[in-house]
């Protein structure tokens, strides 16, 4: 084991115990200070930025990885507001879930309360590093970062930052700390340091996620891959049936919530296909389908069975024309990452069953699914959207980072 992680692991532990009893006041204003340092350094972040941006560029990342990478003047004012939101939210540790007194006169109560010390690996989005350490903080937990060597240059001056702003605070600096290297190694060991990391969180492709998964000996929270969808119903307005496909497909190719996938009825499909391609074809976006759909517009490129499993995030989509309602759940059902899905349609039975019959974190009626996310939700930032079903589902903000433990308050009562 790694002497530097396992001392990292041990300054986290100990943090996250000072984190316990820290007032909602002092961990405010934290954020705050935090959120003033970063935009103070804007220029510092975004120049250590350019470094990450040019190495990535001599790499050959892709368009989308470098777009999911740059960091913009905007960008970091959007970092900064984030916390500042975060900050005038509602701490969730200061929450009673429930309350009553039982048959034996005990008042018990349900209390929600920090995770302890949660470990995040992510790739590209030096963003993360700034929600991840806002959110972490704001709910009394300690965090262990382990951001993508694409991006070390960013993080590392980001956390620099944000340290220095925690020395001016009541929260120990150590309450965030970041794993500067990009050893494949030194990830394994995180992996296992059940002894100082209570809850492991990756967030990324399909890749990464699956190797924490398959190697990480701490509990994990799953952020799956978005293999999202829009289903086209045969009710369905065309007009609002376009620009939610142009949002969901172009507005940020290289994000989770990004559309992947489009199903059309086949009753209007020679209506709607050729009009929504072709608002495809001009926005730049290639698109794969069956030769049904290639009968009906030319330039539709051959789909392979993978391109409907297939996270693209590019501008890339795949169609399908689907015989009716439930073939569409079908093949979503089949192929979706269970992240989210929408359907366009002006049936309300039936966009009543869509939301009955999928089964994913996030599921929409006549809206885009890159609403998908802890922001626009009012968490004030997330740390990934989680596909799984157990403890936290859908954009993972405040409330999905603490468990809850039972006081009980008694008068000598003992048990017969």
């Not at 200070?33 to 804007?42: F, K, P």
């Not at 993508?148 to 993080?155: D, L, P, R």
């Not at 929409?364 to 890159?370: E, I, P």
């Not at 993972?396 to 008068?411: D, F, N, Q, R, V």
Request: aromatic share 4%; net charge negative; glycine share 8%.
């Amino acid at each position: 084991m790694n002497e530097k992680l396992l001392e990292m692991g041990y300054k986290a532990k100990q943090a996250a115990r000072q984190l316990r009893k820290l007032s909602i006041n002092a961990k405010n204003e934290a954020l705050r200070l935090m959120a003033d340092a970063i935009e103070e350094n804007s220029d510092l972040i975004i120049e250590a930025n350019k470094i990450d941006l040019m190495d990535g560029e001599t790499s050959g990342l892709s368009d989308s990885m470098l777009e999911r990478l740059s960091l913009t003047s905007d960008r970091i004012k959007a970092m900064a507001d984030g916390l500042r939101t975060m900050a005038n939210l509602e701490d969730p540790t200061l929450i009673t879930d429930k309350e009553w007194i039982n048959r034996d006169g005990l008042r018990i109560s349900r209390r929600r309360v920090p995770i302890g010390v949660i470990g995040i690996i992510y790739e590209s989005r030096p963003n993360v590093t700034v929600d991840a350490s806002g959110l972490t903080l704001k709910t009394g937990n300690s965090v262990i970062l382990r951001g993508g060597k694409e991006a070390i240059n960013s993080n590392r001056m980001i956390v620099d930052v944000i340290q220095g702003a925690l020395e001016q605070s009541d929260v120990p600096k150590d309450a965030i700390q970041l794993i500067d290297s990009t050893s494949r190694e030194v990830v394994n060991d995180f992996m296992k340091m059940t002894e100082y990391v209570d809850c492991l969180i990756p967030r990324g492709g399909a890749g990464l996620i699956k190797a924490v998964k398959e190697n990480s000996t701490v509990p994990i929270i799953e952020t799956g891959t978005g293999n999202c969808h829009l289903y086209v119903h045969e009710a369905a307005n065309l007009d609002t049936a376009e620009a939610i496909l142009l949002n969901g497909k172009t507005q940020r190719t290289s994000v989770c919530n990004a559309l992947e996938t489009l199903l059309i009825d086949r009753s209007i499909a020679e209506e709607a296909l050729p009009r929504l391609v072709n608002a495809l074809y001009r926005q730049g976006v290639e698109v794969r389908g069956e030769q049904d759909a290639q009968a009906l517009v030319t330039g539709i490129q051959d789909v392979e069975e993978s391109d409907y499993e297939n996270e693209f995030l590019d501008l890339i989509i795949a169609v399908k024309i689907v015989e009716n309602y439930q073939a569409a759940i079908d093949h979503i059902d089949h192929y979706s990452t269970g992240h989210s899905e929408t359907i366009v349609t002006e049936n309300y039975s039936v966009a009543q069953d869509f939301l009955n019959d999928v089964d994913s974190a996030c599921v929409y009626v006549n809206a885009s699914t890159r609403f998908s996310d802890g922001e626009v939700f009012g968490f004030g930032g997330e740390i990934g959207i989680s596909t799984q079903k157990l403890h936290a589902r859908g954009p993972m903000g405040l409330e999905a980072l603490t468990s809850y433990k039972y006081t009980i308050l008694g008068s000598g009562q003992i048990r017969e």
